[in-house]
């Protein structure tokens, strides 16, 4: 009730062992903490924060307009919830390698595992779309060796994404994340490869764990995590599943309303009000409350 039982550290922790260990972690992508909730009554190990989510949900395009407080007081929200690891998008670190190394220290405040930052130019652009342009190698590392110096948590996981292999080709994408990792950076995130050929590739071409976004709509094939895992893939976010699944119902469900006049005919595709409860932890705040409100003291 209220808030998760564990630590951030105990989180971080769970998420290097993770990575350590055998197998895949799976992180959707939490539009909210009700979401986040969910994702870990569904069996999944860890949460992801979207940077395109964030961007969606305010209402804007995802081309680097959000801001860290914003990105922060999202994951904070978040966190507070989850007992996961909770990975966030923190785009290009909002600014100059000292902007990154307090994007690091922010978002360890806000109780998350790790956070990746990308190799893009400002304004930056979604991984899947065309007109991106990477930022020269020596500015990279520039920023992956102020974020890893400005941690204050050894267990939190600075990721280097690179988006080079839709830009220089999947070679010069590898050569990337050599880099990034000599830089200090203990995972690396290659994004928008195109299927399972490119996937190995990059998988031996580097000795840190891998991340890969099965993102729809995108650049990538839809890989299952059997696959995956068979590939040697180490951890895979589906960042804007959720949200899109959830859009795609409220427009259906516009349509529906304008059109009848009524929710009648949606009900039952709704949640229902005791799953939300349940989700909630409804019993649990009613049943404090009670022992609060019927306290008498000596």
Known sequence: MLHTTTTPAVRRRAFRDGLAADGLLRLPGAPNPLAARMIAEAGFEGVYVSGAVVSADLAL???GLTTLSEVAARTTQITR????PVLVDADTGFGEPLSAARTVQVLEDAGAAGCHLEDQENPKRCGHLAGKVVRPVEDMVR?????????????????????????EGLDAAIDRARAYV???????????????????RFRAGIDVPLLVNMTEFGRSELVSAT?????GVDVVIYPVTLFRLAMGAVADGLRALAAEGTQAGLV?????REQL??????????AFDDSVADFRGA
Not at 182 to 200: H, Q, Y
Not at 268 to 272: A, K, P, W, Y
């Open 61 to 63: 395009p995802d081309v």
């Open 81 to 84: 919830v989850t007992d996961l």
């Open 143 to 167: 920023t992956l060796r102020a974020a890893v110096g400005a941690r204050r948590d050894p267990d939190f996981v600075v990721c280097a994404r690179t988006d080079a292999a839709a830009v």
């Open 182 to 200: 000599d830089a200090g950076a203990d995972m690396v995130f290659a994004e928008a490869v195109s299927g399972p050929a490119d996937i190995a």
């Open 227 to 231: 696959q995956l895992a068979d590939l």
């Open 268 to 272: 039952d595709r709704m949640q229902t």
């Open 277 to 286: 409860y349940e989700v909630l932890d409804y019993d649990a705040y009613a």
